[in-house]
């Protein structure tokens, strides 16, 4: 009883957490270690929620949620749920609330990987027909479309993708700035992060915290390239570059690739702070974020593990 108390604790500090987090804007100061934090939050709050649920129903076996589901298979296949006096209603729906919960969860994120998987499949196909090489751009694939787009299909097989209205639009250094947000996506692999967030909103799509956070984290992703490709170019000429875009029209990015389409409240907050950086997060709190992340992910699978 007293490890689902402090299971489903976990979960509702860490679903008030999330909240007030959305409402941070120090995370604009470092947004590798707020994508941290922001997992460690996901990752926690969904095994504290179930695990609370399991717990409380498995307690009778008094082994730990790990091993109580297995005593509990046991049990089930042998005809009976467990100990006589543990057959109560409220056990009995707490487990199949657990259960489905952390199913949904499961199947949800499997799903939306494969479904992101099959769509970025298919762009590489439809790339190979459509797509070209052009030497002022080496190892960029270019389609022939009027209108500005830049975006990057990541996988084994990454591609970078930019139009032919990109190209016009932007000079040499804009254009460098943003193949350069580009490549970092796909190095440091912002489609990862982002996938459970997505798949969190697909299982939940009335959650206002949910597309918050999803909101939020997808943001902090794009800030974090933007880091990542000043270091290659001048942040003004990023800046200029994603004006051009907003004011443009840039054309929606396709299905499971990461492209420049924002919302102009995200365009301008990454504008702002590529044209007026505040101060660096002290590196002292930085290290503190990124291990108090750690624990957090951490305490979750501990406390199924811990006997009852």
């Known amino acids: 009883m007293i490890t689902a108390a402090v299971l489903a604790t976990l979960a509702l500090v860490c679903a008030v ?29 969904g095994l504290a929620g179930t695990g609370a649920l399991l717990s409380y ?34 056990r009995i729906l707490a487990l199949i609330a657990g259960l489905t919960a952390l199913t949904i969860l499961v199947v949800v ?64 250094a804009e254009l460098t700035a943003v193949l350069a947000h580009e490549s970092a996506h796909v190095r440091e692999r912002h489609d990862l992060v982002l996938l459970p967030f997505a798949a969190l909103r697909r299982a939940l799509p009335w959650s206002q915290v949910v597309g918050r956070v999803q909101s939020e984290v997808s943001l902090l992703v794009e800030m974090a390239a933007d880091d990542v490709a000043r270091r290659y170019c001048s942040p003004r000429r990023l800046a200029t570059a994603l004006l051009r875009f907003g004011t443009a029209g840039a054309a929606p990015t396709p299905q499971g690739a990461l492209g ?42 501990l406390l199924w593990l811990i006997p009852h």
């Open 17 to 45: 957490g999330a909240w007030r987090f959305t409402r941070a804007r120090w995370t604009y100061r470092a947004p590798h270690v707020a994508i941290v934090l922001w997992q460690a939050l996901g990752v926690t709050w």
């Open 57 to 90: 129903a498995l307690e009778p076996y008094g082994q730990g949620v790990l091993h109580g589901l297995g005593s509990f298979a046991v049990s089930a296949l042998n005809g009976g749920y467990g100990p006589a006096d543990s057959f109560t209603l409220p």
């Open 109 to 172: 994120l499997f799903s939306a990987g494969a479904q992101t998987l099959r769509a970025r499949r298919r762009h590489r196909t439809l790339l190979a027909l459509v797509a070209r090489e052009d030497p002022e751009v080496p190892g960029v694939r270019v389609v022939d479309h009027p209108g500005p787009a830049a975006y990057c299909v990541p996988g084994l097989r990454s591609e970078v993708v930019v139009s032919e209205g990109t190209l016009k639009l932007l000079s040499p």
């Open 260 to 301: 420049v389409s924002e919302t102009t409240g995200a365009v301008m907050a990454r504008v702002e702070r590529l044209v007026s950086p505040g101060p660096d997060l002290p590196r002292r709190v930085r290290y503190a974020i990124v291990a108090f992340s750690v624990t957090l992910t951490a305490s979750a699978p």
